[in-house]
Structures are given as structure tokens and as C-alpha cells.
């Protein structure tokens, strides 16, 4: 007895060990990338006609969904950083080879057979989320291509999957979500990990940055910078209307742009430029797609036309345009077991981040098999009956001066002036019979209406407060709400 309790400890004991090391193992990995992700400090306004008009359009949307989905997603592990060979980097199995590791990742593309992949599931879980706009991992670090490029035989189309009529994926989600009204991002990585002129086999592959001096072998680097134009140029001119391209990988730039701020970051960029021609790329893209948004992460100038910080609120509000990309569970892409936040805690993110401005990018990845995790579509279904009924204070929605008191956050309809006060409630706890928030007062005796029930309710003033009576209808639901949205006239 003594014997099976003590294995039983020590059960535990690697139990309750395994579980801390993937705590900590996902917090570095989050540090790590979160310190080359960072919003830019500068931020340059389109001169472009169309692009202007596109950006107005897209900051009307607030709500996205962003799905990692590639070769990491058949082991269920942190998409491409394994391969990277940095500090901060612990893999699995220790006694592995550096170079073993390389060839086991790469080799994941014979095990990659989505069989039930069905996008039009995907497009219509956003949809009922509410959300607006997708951005798709056409390829990331690792060089792994999600769509049917003749660049490379290194993708989803070339391997088990490659009879499968939907084998070139990224036409197919694309197509879903543009048939449920999305405007359509397509993510690229501009560092690519597998291809020869990034990674040269010649060399050790010591961090995340090109692994030979750029200034010695120019020829090579050019090499890269054309495969790379063939790519985005693929995606811009075969498959479809496409709205926003959203580059990943800010520590490839040019030189110019890299001051102390980008080297306080923890990316450690070279002192030589990786600058792969944006603007040749920024033409070709117009070119194929008038107006298109060009998203060059983190590298501040023409080609950044919105900031992306990522998996953070910004501390305060901001007048120029912004997205906050955070991940629906810890990962980005698909980890089994993976923590979700609740439903309630992305509704008080999307409030908060459109009343400083932003949109929000909901990070979304689905299973090797093609599916999506049955607990993101249960949280999506329930943002979606929130955002299905206030979606009027969220959508097409614009910042307000007085933009926040405590819980109680503030959005404004630029046409018709209609002010909305959005009152985040505490999770778990019973409706309050009475709200109450200061500044952004209605006009005297106008009408207020909730939202949610579409009824007028009953307010006064209070201490210089406005009091805010919660229906009794309301008050007896079972289904409590994450957030209460209330629509007035201001005073002002």
C-alpha cells in the first residue's frame, strides 16, 4: 500500500511539474513574441485616394478573426518557433539534435492530411460571432505554404492532402468568408525559415534573423527578395479580391528603420538591412488590388497603414487606426488541452479596444483535421449573442473625448451623434438594479434605450451621475449578459 501511494505522489508530482513547465513554456513564448510584435511609436497617414477609403471601411468593421493554421497544428504545438534556435526556445525533447528537431518539423508535411476541412463552417462560426473581417496564415515562419504557389514544393498542396479538391486552402477560405461578407486579409510571413536564401543550409541557424551577412553575398539575399515578390504576387493576382496584406516579421526591414526602441525589444536585429523592397512590393499590390491595405508589422512609415498590437490593450485611446490581435485560447494556433478565455473577457476586450479606437483580432486555430475546436465555436456562438443585439454601439462606431469611467465605456455614431454607454459587468455576479457612470450625459429629458431588449429605460441624475434603472424584465433573466449597452442623445 505504501508503494502504490508513493507512486501515486510521484504521479502527481510529474503531473503537477509537466503542467507548470507548459505554463512557463507558454509565457516565454508569448514574451518572446510580443518582444518583436510591438506597436510602432510613429504612424504615417495614406495618401492614396482608394487606401483611404479602404481604411475607413475597415475601421468600420471592429471585429476579426485571425487563424493560424499550418504544419505546427499536427503535433499540436507554438506555430514555427521551435525551429528557431534562440535562449528562450525549450522543446520537448532535450536530448534531441538541434538538426534533428529541423528534419522531424519539416517531415510533419507527409502527416498533414485535413480530411474534414470545411471552411464554410469557419466563415459562418465568424459570422454568427459577428465578426467582420479575416486575416488567414497564408505561410508562416516556417515556410509552410497554404496555398498553391510554384515557388515551392514545401506546402499544403504538394502531399497527403494534395488530392483532395480543396487542396489549395487558402483559396477556399478565402472564398467562404468573402460569400459571408468579410473583407479578406491575407497573412504572410516575410522571414520564411525553410527556404535555402533565408536559412542558408551552408550555416548554423542562430536565431530567428537570416543566417549569413547580406553585404557578402547580395546575390543570395536578392534571390530571396524575388521568391518573396513571386509569392505575394501569386496571392494578389490569383486568388480573388483581397483587402488587407498583413506582413508578419518586423525584424526583416531596412536598415533605416531599426533605432534603439526596435533593438529594446529583444529581436536582436543585425546591423546590416533586410529590406526586401517594399516599395516594388507596395505597387505590384495596388497595382493588382487598388486601395488594398498594407500592413508591414511594426515597421512605422507608408506601408504600415494600421498598427497591430499584439495580445495587449493599448493604455490609453488613440485617433489614428489600430488593431489589438490577442488569441481566443493561450495559442495561437491549435494546442490540445488549450486554456479559452471565457466569452464575457473578449466582450469587455472588443469594448474597451473600440472605445480607444481600435478593432480587435480574435485569434482562432483550427485542428490538423480541419476542424475548429468545439470550445471556440461554443465561445464564438456566445459573443455572438451579444454583439448580434449591441452590435449598433460597436460597429461603424467612433471614439468619444470622455471615453471611459471605471467599467463603463463610451462609443459615439459619427453621423447621427447617438452617444452609447457599454457597462462591462463582473462574470458570475447577478445584474446590478441600478448602473451609473459620470460625464457623457444625456440630453435633459431625452429618451435612453437599452440595446439588448431594444425597450426605453428610466434615468435621472445623481451626484452629478447619471443613474441608470435596470429593467425588472431584465433582472429576471436567467442569461446574464457580459456587458449592458445603453443608447442616448448627449448634452453636449
Same mark, same amino acid.
Given at each position: 500500500?505504501?508503494? +502504490?501511494?508513493?507512486?501515486?505522489?510521484s504521479?502527481l508530482r510529474? /503531473?503537477?511539474?509537466?503542467?507548470f513547465?507548459?505554463?512557463?513554456? #507558454?509565457?516565454?513564448?508569448?514574451?518572446?513574441?510580443q518582444?518583436?510584435?510591438?506597436q510602432?511609436t510613429?504612424?504615417?497617414?495614406?495618401? $492614396?485616394?482608394?487606401?483611404?477609403?479602404?481604411?475607413?471601411?475597415?475601421?468600420n468593421?471592429?471585429?476579426?478573426m485571425? !487563424?493560424h493554421w499550418g504544419?505546427y497544428?499536427?503535433p499540436?504545438?507554438?506555430?514555427?518557433?521551435n525551429?528557431c534556435n534562440?535562449?528562450?526556445?525549450?522543446?520537448?525533447?532535450s536530448?534531441?539534435?538541434y538538426e534533428d528537431?529541423?528534419?522531424w518539423y519539416?517531415?510533419?508535411?507527409?502527416?498533414f492530411?485535413?480530411?474534414?476541412? $470545411?471552411?464554410?463552417s469557419?466563415?459562418k462560426?465568424?459570422?454568427?460571432?459577428?465578426?467582420k473581417y479575416?486575416?488567414?496564415?497564408?505561410?508562416?515562419?516556417?515556410?509552410?505554404?497554404?496555398?498553391?504557389?510554384?515557388e515551392t514544393? +514545401?506546402? !499544403?498542396?504538394?502531399?497527403?492532402?494534395a488530392?483532395?479538391?480543396?487542396?489549395?486552402v487558402?483559396?477556399?477560405?478565402f472564398d467562404?468568408?468573402?460569400?459571408?461578407?468579410?473583407? #479578406?486579409?491575407?497573412?504572410?510571413s516575410?522571414p520564411?525559415?525553410?527556404n535555402e536564401?533565408?536559412?542558408?543550409?551552408?550555416?548554423?541557424?542562430?536565431?530567428?534573423?537570416?543566417?549569413?551577412?547580406?553585404?557578402?553575398y547580395?546575390?543570395r539575399?536578392?534571390?530571396f /527578395?524575388d521568391y518573396t515578390?513571386?509569392?505575394?504576387s501569386e496571392?494578389l493576382?490569383s486568388?480573388g479580391?483581397?483587402?488587407?496584406?498583413?506582413?508578419?516579421?518586423?525584424?526583416?526591414?531596412?536598415?533605416?528603420?531599426?533605432?534603439?526602441?526596435?533593438?529594446s525589444?529583444?529581436?536582436?536585429?543585425?546591423?546590416?538591412?533586410?529590406?526586401?523592397d517594399?516599395p516594388?512590393?507596395a505597387a505590384?499590390?495596388?497595382k493588382?488590388?487598388?486601395?488594398?491595405?498594407?500592413?508591414?508589422?511594426?515597421v512605422h512609415?507608408?506601408?504600415?497603414?494600421?498598427q497591430t498590437p499584439?495580445?495587449?490593450?493599448?493604455?490609453?485611446q488613440?485617433?489614428?487606426p489600430?488593431e489589438s490581435?490577442?488569441?481566443?485560447?493561450?495559442?495561437?494556433?491549435?494546442v490540445?488541452? $488549450?486554456?479559452?478565455?471565457?466569452?464575457?473577457?473578449?466582450?469587455?476586450?472588443?469594448?474597451?479596444?473600440?472605445?480607444?479606437?481600435?478593432?480587435?483580432?480574435?485569434g482562432?486555430?483550427?485542428?490538423?483535421d480541419?476542424?475548429?475546436?468545439?470550445?471556440?465555436?461554443?465561445?464564438?456562438?456566445?459573443?455572438?449573442?451579444?454583439?448580434? /443585439?449591441?452590435g449598433?454601439? !460597436?460597429?461603424n462606431?467612433?471614439?468619444?473625448?470622455?471615453?471611459?469611467?471605471?467599467n463603463?465605456?463610451?462609443t459615439?455614431?459619427?453621423?447621427?451623434?447617438t452617444?452609447?454607454?457599454?457597462?462591462?459587468?463582473?462574470?458570475?455576479e447577478a445584474?446590478?438594479?441600478?448602473?451609473s457612470?459620470?460625464?457623457n450625459?444625456?440630453?435633459?429629458?431625452?429618451?435612453m434605450k437599452?440595446?439588448?431588449t431594444g425597450e426605453?429605460?428610466?434615468?435621472?441624475?445623481?451626484?452629478?451621475?447619471?443613474?441608470?434603472?435596470?429593467?425588472k424584465?431584465?433582472l429576471?433573466?436567467?442569461s446574464?449578459?457580459?456587458?449592458?449597452?445603453?443608447?442616448?442623445?448627449?448634452?453636449?
Open positions: 500500500m505504501k508503494k +502504490f501511494i508513493t507512486r501515486i505522489a504521479a510529474l /503531473k503537477l511539474c509537466s503542467t513547465f507548459s505554463f512557463l513554456l #507558454i509565457s516565454s513564448f508569448s514574451q518572446a513574441q518582444g518583436v510584435h510591438q510602432s510613429e504612424y504615417e497617414w495614406p495618401t $492614396d485616394a482608394a487606401v483611404k477609403a479602404k481604411l475607413y471601411q475597415w475601421q468593421q471592429k471585429f476579426g485571425i !487563424i504544419l497544428a499536427v499540436g504545438i507554438i506555430e514555427s518557433w525551429l534562440e535562449d528562450w526556445i525549450n522543446r520537448p525533447d536530448n534531441q539534435s528537431y529541423k528534419k519539416w517531415g510533419l508535411k507527409k502527416d492530411n485535413p480530411v474534414k476541412f $470545411d471552411p464554410e469557419w466563415a462560426a465568424g459570422k454568427d460571432a459577428g465578426m479575416l486575416v488567414f496564415t497564408t505561410k508562416h515562419h516556417d515556410g509552410f505554404c497554404m496555398f498553391d504557389t510554384k514544393d +514545401f506546402k !499544403i498542396s504538394n502531399g497527403p492532402f488530392g483532395n479538391p480543396k487542396a489549395d487558402a483559396k477556399y477560405v467562404a468568408f468573402r460569400k459571408q461578407d468579410f473583407m #479578406i486579409g491575407a497573412y504572410f516575410k520564411d525559415w525553410h536564401n533565408y536559412w542558408w543550409p551552408k550555416n548554423a541557424t542562430a536565431n530567428r534573423n537570416n543566417n549569413y551577412d547580406i553585404r557578402q547580395p546575390w539575399w536578392n534571390k /527578395k515578390y513571386n509569392q505575394i496571392l493576382h486568388y479580391s483581397v483587402d488587407i496584406l498583413w506582413m508578419d516579421g518586423g525584424w526583416v526591414r531596412p536598415l533605416e528603420t531599426v533605432n534603439d526602441e526596435v533593438r525589444w529583444g529581436a536582436d536585429i543585425p546591423k546590416w538591412s533586410q529590406d526586401i517594399m516594388k512590393i505590384m499590390a495596388r493588382a488590388q487598388p486601395g488594398i491595405l498594407m500592413v508591414d508589422r511594426t512609415g507608408p506601408y504600415e497603414n494600421y499584439e495580445q495587449r490593450i493599448p493604455a490609453t488613440l485617433n489614428h489600430w490581435c490577442m488569441t481566443l485560447a493561450n495559442n495561437w494556433g491549435f490540445a488541452n $488549450d486554456q479559452f478565455k471565457s466569452s464575457s473577457r473578449v466582450i469587455h476586450s472588443l469594448i474597451e479596444v473600440v472605445a480607444k479606437g481600435g478593432s480587435l483580432l480574435l482562432i486555430g483550427p485542428k490538423p480541419g476542424t475548429l475546436p468545439a470550445e471556440a465555436v461554443q465561445r464564438m456562438e456566445e459573443i455572438g449573442s451579444w454583439t448580434g /443585439k449591441n449598433a454601439a !460597436i460597429y462606431t467612433r471614439i468619444t473625448k470622455n471615453y471611459n469611467d471605471g463603463t465605456w463610451f459615439q455614431n459619427p453621423k447621427d451623434g452617444r452609447y454607454a457599454l457597462v462591462c459587468l463582473k462574470e458570475g445584474l446590478p438594479k441600478l448602473v457612470w459620470k460625464m450625459a444625456p440630453k435633459t429629458k431625452s429618451t437599452l440595446l439588448q426605453n429605460v428610466k434615468w435621472f441624475m445623481e451626484n452629478s451621475a447619471v443613474v441608470v434603472v435596470v429593467p424584465s431584465l429576471k433573466s436567467k446574464v449578459s457580459a456587458a449592458l449597452a445603453f443608447a442616448f442623445t448627449p448634452a453636449e
